[in-house]
């Protein structure tokens, strides 16, 4: 099992390692070569992932622990590589296994002849390991590794048509929701380390059943919950739960099979994985449960409310990704760990499957019986009933402009901005002194 | 005085500018379309020039791209000179040369080799000929040059760009585009728009009064200036505006298409929408161009106002600004300097001539180079192919075509993609004759299938189709069993797609179907092919689809044909065949579609003729005419014997997977099973070899070794999600070749031309040439032209990579999350074209075709502003003639040595791309 496990990390780590030196030492790889590679890389992983979460599975969902030595050690602190390999780990790592293969064969032709081929299949690969790494973490450092990974590879893939304004432009607004989001887990990391003398989320839960953590000496209730408040601040861009709602849609600039892999399955679901990760320990703080129960519910509801009015493809899925993710946040805080899980399986191929699908649109509009010509498409409506006519009409604008989000969070940005503003004022005041201050000179010569 | 208070009336203004927005239909029924058809009144590079402006693109590839085509030979010196002498025909002003001393095509030759930039810091020649840099220096010392001198900027959104680096694409465009694509959505979104019956303009202004409290600076100004305009009507509003920013009215028609033109795609939606709401998906909004204007013209001028107050800037200053270039005495002895070396000219051509009579040379040699440069590498371009064209029909022997009693007559559609099977078709069984007709068989129809009840019009869009024709079971019940289950499927399928994005039911969906679509979209990515067979499998398992027949039979006005009217059709298209007795026994009527899976682009790919859809329902309905008893009898009348013993047979070719379908055989008489399964199998070898041809283009290199595994491949690509190239449609198509087969049989033409069947002998009157020549030769131009923008400026006339595309609305096309709607072609669909005008060649007496170009106002337009080319072969005098500059003339086409090849197989197998022509022996 260890062997498995290990070269779920290894394989992709070793096919990394080799495209980057071999990029360094300028070697073009034909198309064919690269596409064969994935193919056979996918297959092995699929096949190893496979039959890793089947001896989970016989284990009788018994995690299994695997200690490294340290890789650094600095005082009393240690960097230890510790790995855990459970259902939930190694669901995900299967899912990411098979959803990465079937993107990677759909790419093989719809990538075909496509200049950044490589980049993107390096991309790719960067983002399997990324996602390997966070499935078998067992402590928030580690997961970091993965995460920012996954982050960073997400970002480059939003801005790969780099030459256009838009695409470059999204990609910042998502590295931005990403970096203030990952404050997140280094807080919760720190925070960790400092009270609890560890970042590893099987133990974090035992040691809360020690009557003294709670002391005040230990950091009280209150840095504890921190704790978990950290972690739940996290997990909120990925996903694209409110407040961090308007980059996800933003974010549709890369090639289609890039927006399905990514915001329609494996990195949007990173964020409740990191909570069903941390569900034993914020099983200790009911708040924390709320929180999650109340973000989530409140993100499906806007993100439901805004999808309905969207009228392309792209986004429109965008949206009703994120109402299902905040779904799946309420059912963690409900405490339905098991069916949280499946309910993430179940969406990521749902939306994966519709995003490749979504440029069949027209042909399945027009091809489909029911739609005739002239004739108005029958929706229902179903929420917007219980509100009058008019008030229908203003929600309408409201969501159609994703209730101002962008708006509002850029008043709160201006809040933390006003000192850089302050300083401009002052800044060009001063030179605008000094210039009369000079013209003063100049004048008296 | 009141002539031109008319020309400048607000109606006039917004008339003209309607006529030059762009006029691309929705995509589910995209048709081919030259999509400058509204400059088509203009000489072809003066339009160019004119709409390259409009569209901020280049008309023609880049000089590089020619002169890249001059190193491998495909452009000869032989082919300047002779772009030279056709350009000059029509540009023909020969001031600046004489002012060099050289003679118009002297000039224009020595311009298309020079390499001149006058303007440009980058790019500064080496000086080696110090003497003469010397004389250029103190001739132009002290001099100064003013370019694009009188040129007023209206708009300030330029301004803003330089100075500011503020662009409006991402401030007001995201807003705008949000409003309208929501406004025209067509039912892809789950709630629709609610103020869609008081119009855009209610819905605009509801809109800004709600943003205005939660929107940037500029949307509170926007709020502002609307509520200080309230109840005034949009056109007011235009005008109150225009006048507000000194416009002269003369200049509004430019200013108000440049703000258009900043998002063109949505403009001439709107615009489309609002002219032909018949277009629309579904219902047509209620949207007005003008609506749309003045919001456009609204948010610029608020936007304008914030950066005028956030940078402190005095607007009116930036309204109606000039901006200048001056070159100086430096630039100037270097742009002399250049032009002496570049025209290689003596440098004693400077003493004649006095300071300020050089400033002006150097001006018109920067207009000129301007203006002609890249147009004379491409007539040279396109002087190649031409000629090429010419001499190989010529050369070509046509003694192997004549033969009488056929075993089966073929007619195929005119369509450039069938000129390959055809050739295969010949060489696998040479006893089968082809013909190449209007693809939708002269059958107007509107047409609605069993499975679902929508009339689709299936003929080509400049004709009104008239007659509704209906396939119908030949079981009543289970007919109406299986459009009762069709209607099922597409119910639960659109409730679905509904359901899947909501709160609840989408939870719900999601559990239930989540899990479920890993196993389709495994099989669909990993084995397109297989997963379509268990599709159908499945399908016909839960309700198999009925025998069908098409009720063509006239029974109420509008609906059908009556028996005299079948004859007419049925008269018309043999006519244009030349078949009038010698009937083979065994004649069939091949209609053509392409399959493709995942591709918003899917209607570019059908039949031109049919208006991009599958050309089957129109053979079927032929077949059924034409072997009707009472049709034939009246066809005797007319003195076409159609045999007894001759049986039509309605056929399908997909261009896409290379497979061909019959229908209707269940009422096929006894006795011709046997012939039909020979024909059939021909028909299906040629199929298999067409495959291995158009294989060579594509990537896979099994498939180019082998013809049986070339066909598995195309039928994948039909079938692949992922595939952005199911074919290359009409890719390089340059020529519309009409005459007998005997032209071309045994030529290979490279899937370059459009094939249509006519015979001289049978036709004096020129009745027949007529109506060959008005159904097809229009199409081919039209989509000769699509390509053409699309390939020269992928971006601004095309659409771009088909990766990032965003389907929107259900009217078109959005690249990534947000942008303006992309119109012409995706950069995959013409990455292998070659932009060459449509040249026509016609084997027939002069006099009848002249008759015909002159006769028809848009044909005569096209061929004498040079949008396309037109030979003719006069068969008679054996003479050759080519339209240049308004009048036929007569030229003299060599013959070339042309290579032969013992098959079509062999010589797409050893050079594809090397030969557009070659004999097939």
């Known amino acids: 099992m260890e062997y498995l496990f290990l070269s779920l990390l290894l394989i992709p780590f070793a096919w990394i390692c080799f495209l980057g030196l071999s990029f360094f030492a300028r070697i073009n790889f034909p198309e064919n070569f690269l596409s064969e590679s994935v193919k056979w890389i996918s297959i092995v992983v699929s096949l190893i992932s496979l039959s890793l979460a089947a001896l989970v599975l016989m284990n009788r969902s018994q995690p299994v622990h695997f200690d490294y030595p340290a890789w650094i050690q600095i005082g009393e602190y240690e960097f230890k590589i510790r790995f855990l390999v459970d259902l939930v780990g190694a669901t995900y790592a299967l899912l990411t296994a098979l959803l990465i293969g079937i993107i990677f064969r759909f790419s093989r032709s719809y990538l075909h002849k496509e200049e950044g081929y490589f980049r993107f299949i390096f991309l790719l690969s960067a983002l399997m390991l990324g996602l390997m790494l966070v499935s078998f973490a067992r402590s928030l450092d580690l997961i970091f590794a993965g995460w920012e990974m996954v982050g960073t590879t997400s970002v480059l893939l939003i801005g790969y048509f780099y030459n256009q304004v838009q695409p470059v432009r999204h990609s910042v607004k998502a590295i931005i929701s990403y970096r203030f989001c990952d404050m997140g887990i280094l807080a919760a990391a720190a925070w960790a380390h400092h009270y609890m003398h560890t970042t590893d989320f099987t133990v974090l839960p035992k040691l809360l059943e020690d009557p003294h953590i709670l002391e005040a000496g230990h950091g009280g209730p209150v840095a504890l919950t921190f704790i978990g408040l950290f972690v739940i601040w996290a997990s909120l861009a990925k996903s694209g739960q409110l407040p961090f709602s308007s980059w996800l849609p933003a974010a549709m600039e890369g090639p289609t099979p890039s927006s399905a892999i990514f915001y329609g399955a494996l990195s949007v679901h990173l964020g409740p994985f990191l909570l069903l990760r941390f569900y034993d320990y914020f099983v200790h703080f009911p708040l924390l449960l709320w929180v999650i129960g109340i973000v989530g519910g409140l993100s499906a509801i806007y993100a439901s409310a805004v999808g309905r009015t969207r009228s392309d493809a792209k986004t429109m899925l965008a949206y009703a990704t994120i109402s299902q993710v905040g779904i799946i946040w309420i059912e963690i805080a409900l405490g339905f760990t098991q069916f949280a899980l499946f309910h993430m399986v179940a969406h990521a191929s749902l939306r994966t499957w519709q995003f490749l699908r979504c440029s069949s649109l027209i042909q399945d509009f027009f091809e489909n019986p029911v739609v005739q010509q002239n004739e108005k498409i029958h929706r229902n409506l179903s929420f917007e009933k219980f509100v009058s006519k008019p008030m229908r009409r203003r929600i309408f604008i409201h969501a159609l402009h994703g209730f101002h989000l962008d708006f509002f969070t850029q008043k709160v940005l201006d809040i933390f901005s006003w000192p850089l503003k302050v300083y401009i004022e002052f800044e060009k005041k001063w030179m605008s002194m000094n210039n009369n201050v000079v013209k003063f000179i100049l004048k008296k010569r | 005085m009141s002539q031109a208070q008319d020309t400048l009336s607000f109606e006039a203004i917004l008339e003209r500018i309607r006529k030059k927005l762009p006029i691309q239909n929705p995509l589910h029924s ?405 013909f190449g007709v209007v693809g939708f068989f002269g059958i107007d129809m509107k047409f609605s299938s069993v499975k679902h009840k929508r009339l689709i019009a299936q003929c080509p869009p400049v004709i009104q189709a008239s007659r509704i024709v209906r396939e119908i079971s030949r079981d009543t019940k289970k007919g109406q069993s299986f459009t009762r289950f069709n209607h099922l499927l597409g119910g639960s399928d659109l409730s679905l797609y509904y359901m899947s994005r909501t709160l609840f039911r989408g939870f719900l969906s999601t559990l239930v179907l989540g899990v479920l679509s890993i196993f389709p979209m495994f099989l669909q990515v990993f084995f397109p092919n297989q997963s379509k067979g268990f599709r159908e499998k499945f399908k016909r398992l839960l309700s198999p689809a009925p025998a069908t027949e098409m009720d063509i039979l006239q029974t109420t006005e509008g609906q059908g044909y009556t028996k005299i009217e079948m004859a007419k059709i049925v008269e018309a298209i043999l006519g244009m065949c030349g078949i009038k007795t010698e009937f083979a026994k065994l004649v069939f009527l091949m209609g053509h579609g392409s399959s493709s899976n995942n591709n918003p682009f899917k209607q570019a790919y059908g039949c031109g003729a049919c208006g991009g859809n599958a050309g089957l329902p129109n053979s079927r309905a032929f077949a059924k005419m034409v072997n009707d008893k009472e049709v034939r009898s009246h066809l005797a009348e007319a003195g076409i014997l159609i045999p007894d013993e001759t049986y039509f047979v309605a056929g399908f070719h997909d261009t896409c997977t290379d497979e061909v379908q019959f229908f209707d055989l269940e009422v096929m008489p006894e006795g011709y099973e046997e012939d039909f399964e020979r024909i059939k199998g021909d028909l299906n070898k040629a199929c298999k070899l067409n495959a291995f041809e158009r294989c060579q283009r594509f990537s896979s290199v099994e498939a180019k070794e082998d013809p049986d595994i070339a066909l598995k491949h195309v039928r994948e690509r039909a079938e692949d999600l992922a595939q952005p190239r199911p074919e290359y449609g009409h890719s390089n198509n340059a020529l519309a070749i009409v005459g007998l087969r005997d032209m071309t049989k045994g030529l290979f033409l490279n899937r370059r031309s459009f094939l249509l069947t006519y015979d001289w002998k049978i036709d004096p009157e020129g009745e027949i040439l007529k109506q060959v020549v008005l159904g097809g030769v229009p199409v081919a131009v039209n989509i000769n032209m699509d390509y053409y923008f699309s390939c020269v400026d992928n971006d601004k006339y095309g659409c771009g990579s088909k990766l990032p595309l965003n389907l929107t609305s259900l009217l078109g096309v959005m690249t990534g999350s947000s942008s303006d709607l992309r119109i012409g072609l995706a950069r995959q669909m013409i990455e292998i074209h070659e932009p060459i005008r449509n040249m026509t060649i016609v084997e027939a007496p002069l006099e009848r075709v002249k008759k015909i170009f002159d006769g028809h106002p848009r044909l005569k337009n096209i061929l004498y502003n040079h949008w396309m080319r037109l030979a003719v072969f006069d068969p008679e005098a054996q003479i050759w003639y080519m339209f240049k500059e308004h009048a036929f003339q007569q030229i003299a086409v060599e013959k070339s040595m042309i290579k032969h090849f013992k098959s079509s197989k062999d010589l797409v197998h050893l050079s594809v791309t090397d030969n557009d022509f070659a004999e097939i022996d």
């Not at chain 2, 936007?303 to 901006?323: C, K, N, P, V, W």
Request: glycine share 4%.
């Open chain 2, 30 to 434: 995209f048709v081919h379309n030259n999509i400058l058809m509204m400059f088509e009144g203009q000489e072809f590079h003066d339009a160019l020039s004119e709409a390259g402006k409009l569209y901020r693109a280049n008309s023609y590839w880049s000089i590089e791209k020619y002169k890249a085509q001059f190193q491998q030979k495909k452009i000869t010196e032989k082919d300047i000179i002779d772009g030279i002498d056709q350009y000059s025909l029509h540009y023909h002003d020969s001031s600046t040369a004489q002012k060099l001393g050289l003679s118009l095509k002297d000039f224009y030759y020595r311009l298309t080799f020079s390499e001149m930039a006058f303007n440009d810091d980058d790019i500064q020649p080496e000086i080696h000929d110090l003497n003469l840099w010397d004389k250029c220096a103190e001739k132009m010392s002290g001099q100064s040059l003013k370019l694009n001198q009188g040129a007023i900027k209206y708009r300030a959104k330029e301004y803003w760009e330089k100075y500011y680096n503020e662009s409006i694409s991402s401030t007001t465009h995201p807003y705008i585009i949000n409003l309208i694509s929501s406004f025209l959505d067509q039912g892809q979104s789950f709630w629709a728009n609610p103020y869609s019956e008081k119009g855009f303009w209610d819905f605009f202004c509801q809109d800004v009064d709600i943003v205005q409290n939660f929107g940037a600076d500029w949307q509170k100004i926007l709020g502002q200036k609307l509520q200080a305009f309230k109840g005034h009507t949009p056109q007011e509003i235009i005008e109150s505006e225009l006048s507000m920013m000194n416009i002269p009215r003369e200049a509004w028609e430019s200013y108000l298409l440049d703000v258009l033109f900043d998002l063109k795609g949505w403009s001439g939606m709107v615009n489309k929408l609002e002219t032909e709401p018949w277009q629309a998906t579904v219902k047509a909004p209620n949207i007005k161009l003008i609506d749309f204007i003045a919001s456009l013209v609204l948010i610029e001028s608020s936007l304008d106002d914030f950066h005028a107050s956030a940078h402190s800037t005095d607007l009116a200053m930036i309204y109606g600004r000039q901006e200048e270039t001056t070159l100086r005495g430096f630039q100037l002895s270097l742009a002399l300097y250049q032009i002496t070396k570049e025209f290689k000219l003596d440098s004693s051509w400077l003493d004649g001539l006095d300071a300020s009579e050089l400033v002006l040379i150097i001006k018109d040699i920067d207009a000129a180079e301007k203006e002609h440069h890249v147009r004379l590498w491409h007539e040279a371009f396109e002087s190649h192919f031409y000629r090429e064209a010419m001499s190989a029909i010529i050369s070509h022997d046509r003694g192997h075509a004549t033969f009488l009693n056929p075993q089966a007559q073929v007619l195929f559609c005119i369509d450039d993609r069938e000129e390959s099977i055809r050739r295969h078709l010949e060489e696998v069984n040479p006893l089968i004759k082809t």
